[in-house]
């Protein structure tokens, strides 16, 4: 189960990756790209130290680059092991995904090959997963295309925490060597696609042997490439595109000519297109194919000159970052998600509710005092943990005719954003369409465009404001079913509370899980007897029995019921929601109660 600071430590850590993998487009050639790739290691993925094994034309690994040690670097740099020797060691030891991780107990009989290695002795592990200098972990980077061709290896050594890599640091690795080799192939691109315009420029004389080698690598091509036209009534016009880029569009060669890229880019991404200049320029944007459907490219643009009447075309490295896209998506929402339930967590929660708050107090007729609050107890049951994290989904309103949305059902899954609708092609479609969060309104002033909240009135008379409640839910009697049957069946009662109170929600509102057996639910547009009937209904919502193992367990809950308003803050509004339901917890007749 994550701790409150892990979600802060992912997310920066995805910052670092984020960083160090676009460092790798800014090199300017292949030997930069390879030192680029080893120094990411050390400053983004917490090595210490970092090698980078090229596959040379005739099969053998040369040590291209070495970053984290200057003696290292001097003593290996430009070795070659065999291929042969390579091939033993990535087939040894333990497969984490692309990632091959020989333990120091296997890998001694790898000491006396011709692979170039540098190492110190060290003491005996003291702990499982604690590294020992003799401990190797290697990151095969492979070309893209089902023929998975090897292009190097990337080995590291000392990770800084001394630690072995879990899921998410190996997950990290294996992305960064998949976008290291994509790097790499650029990079070579790259180097031949600048070769073959010099020739063209320089040596007029060997014309047409210069054309038949730029025929070959843009054709060719991995990734893809296209010629337009500049300048003109025709300006953009594709003239010329390879098979690539055809087949990453699904339109053939002779459709593609009837196009320029302003006519194929997605409507929201025609801005950064006409922004992007035709020398060096570099853009994201999402390209229609011929389904429909939308794919995340990498533009680059450079201009083809000719000597005599000077630039006339642009030439354009199309590259699909669709995966890397979505990897980046799945790295964000584990980092803002609660891994039991699949709810948002804390940081997320806070995030969303400040989102929603200002630090001017709203001067409205009727409205509530700064912290006015409600609550309502349910339930039965001795209170479980108090553990007091903080987590969200996104904001809503209930109207006098409150239901539950159409997307919430007995099979919807256990809280809002765990994952996204069927009808789209990935989850980076939907979070890209629908967003993480609120976000803060952005103009000349910090009020602009914010629409203020306030309380609804508190007293017997409903003055029909509308306002953002914020439902603090306990557990009632959960301790004692993990005390009694164990953390599974805990976990469990856990995860079928969360789909309950995510049912028992419209779309758009926020179910959240702080940690232990705490929850909060934001729904925006409530009046104060709209609150109390929506914590009546979440109450009996979790009652019911829940079924874990052929056994019937019970769980009551408690609300405090909170109101959001422009001039609190977030810890605010959290804490008044938070004391309300301790007060209705405290205020009941002390009765014992026992559930399982």
């Keep these: 189960m994550e701790t409150e600071s892990e979600p802060y430590v992912r997310l920066s850590t995805l910052r670092q990756l984020h960083q160090v993998v676009a460092d790798l487009n800014t090199a300017r050639s292949l030997a930069d790209t390879l030192q680029t790739v080893a120094?990411?290691?050390?400053?983004?993925?917490?090595?210490?130290?970092?090698?980078?094994?090229?596959?040379?034309?005739?099969?053998?690994?040369?040590?291209?680059?070495?970053?984290?040690?200057?003696?290292?670097?001097?003593?290996?740099?430009?070795?070659?092991?065999?291929?042969?020797?390579?091939?033993?060691?990535?087939?040894?030891?333990?497969?984490?995904?692309?990632?091959?991780?020989?333990?120091?107990?296997?890998?001694?009989?790898?000491?006396?090959?011709?692979?170039?290695?540098?190492?110190?002795?060290?003491?005996?592990?003291?702990?499982?997963?604690?590294?020992?200098?003799?401990?190797?972990?290697?990151?095969?980077?492979?070309?893209?295309?089902?023929?998975?061709?090897?292009?190097?290896?990337?080995?590291?050594?000392?990770?800084?925490?001394?630690?072995?890599?879990?899921?998410?640091?190996?997950?990290?690795?294996?992305?960064?060597?998949?976008?290291?080799?994509?790097?790499?192939?650029?990079?070579?691109?790259?180097?031949?696609?600048?070769?073959?315009?010099?020739?063209?420029?320089?040596?007029?004389?060997?014309?047409?042997?210069?054309?038949?080698?730029?025929?070959?690598?843009?054709?060719?091509?991995?990734?893809?490439?296209?010629?337009?036209?500049?300048?003109?009534?025709?300006?953009?016009?594709?003239?010329?595109?390879?098979?690539?880029?055809?087949?990453?569009?699904?339109?053939?060669?002779?459709?593609?000519?009837?196009?320029?890229?302003?006519?194929?880019?997605?409507?929201?991404?025609?801005?950064?297109?006409?922004?992007?200049?035709?020398?060096?320029?570099?853009?994201?944007?999402?390209l229609g194919r011929r389904d429909g459907t939308y794919v995340w490219v990498s533009l680059r643009n450079s201009v083809v000159a000719d000597t005599a009447d000077g630039p006339r075309f642009l030439l354009t490295h199309v590259e699909d970052i669709e995966e890397r896209k979505r990897h980046e998506l799945q790295l964000a929402h584990r980092a803002s998600h609660d891994a039991l339930t699949g709810l948002p967590n804390s940081a997320e929660l806070r995030s969303r509710l400040s989102a929603r708050l200002c630090e001017r107090p709203a001067l409205a007729a009727g409205s509530g005092t700064a912290a006015a609050y409600t609550g309502y107890e349910g339930g039965g049951y001795e209170s479980g943990g108090h553990d007091g994290g903080y987590d969200s989904a996104r904001d809503g309103g209930y109207g006098p005719g409150y239901a539950p949305g159409p997307g919430h059902d007995a099979a919807s899954g256990p809280g809002h954003d765990s994952g996204y609708e069927s009808s789209y092609e990935s989850p980076y479609e939907y979070e890209h369409e629908h967003g993480f969060g609120f976000e803060p309104a952005n103009g000349a002033g910090p009020y602009d465009h914010h629409v203020h909240i306030v309380a609804p009135s508190t007293g017997e008379v409903d003055d029909g404001t509308k306002g953002l409640a914020v439902l603090f839910c306990d557990l009632d009697g959960f301790k004692s079913i993990n005390d009694r049957f164990g953390h599974h069946t805990g976990d469990a009662v856990l995860i079928e509370v969360a789909r309950r109170l995510t049912t028992g929600v419209r779309d758009g509102d926020t179910v959240a899980r702080l940690g232990g057996d705490e929850f909060v639910v934001l729904a925006d547009g409530l009046g104060a007897a709209d609150a109390a009937d929506l914590a009546v209904r979440l109450r009996n919502a979790i009652i019911p029995p829940i079924r874990v193992d052929g056994r019937a367990v019970r769980v009551g809950a408690s609300f405090g019921i909170g109101w959001a308003e422009c001039g609190m803050t977030v810890e605010e509004v959290l804490n008044s929601a938070d004391q309300r339901m301790y007060i209705e917890k405290r205020s009941r007749a002390k009765v014992h109660r026992r559930a399982g």
């Design 39 to 286: 120094d990411g290691v050390v400053a983004g993925l917490n090595y210490e130290l970092a090698c980078v094994n090229l596959v040379r034309p005739d099969g053998d690994l040369v040590v291209a680059a070495f970053a984290g040690s200057s003696a290292a670097e001097a003593l290996i740099t430009g070795r070659v092991g065999s291929r042969a020797s390579w091939d033993r060691r990535l087939s040894m030891g333990s497969a984490w995904g692309d990632l091959r991780f020989i333990p120091h107990t296997e890998g001694w009989v790898l000491m006396d090959d011709d692979v170039p290695q540098w190492h110190t002795d060290g003491p005996a592990p003291r702990f499982e997963d604690e590294w020992h200098p003799h401990d190797r972990l290697y990151a095969p980077m492979y070309a893209s295309g089902s023929g998975r061709e090897l292009l190097g290896v990337i080995s590291v050594d000392r990770p800084r925490n001394g630690r072995h890599p879990g899921p998410w640091g190996q997950e990290a690795l294996q992305m960064y060597a998949s976008q290291s080799a994509i790097a790499i192939s650029n990079a070579r691109l790259r180097s031949n696609m600048q070769r073959a315009l010099v020739r063209l420029e320089r040596e007029q004389q060997a014309l047409r042997a210069s054309e038949e080698s730029f025929r070959q690598a843009f054709e060719y091509a991995p990734s893809g490439m296209a010629i337009a036209e500049m300048g003109g009534d025709q300006h953009g016009r594709l003239l010329r595109t390879n098979d690539a880029l055809c087949r990453l569009l699904g339109r053939p060669a002779s459709v593609m000519r009837r196009y320029s890229f302003a006519d194929l880019v997605h409507p929201e991404d025609i801005g950064t297109l006409l922004r992007t200049s035709a020398e060096g320029g570099r853009a994201e944007l999402r």
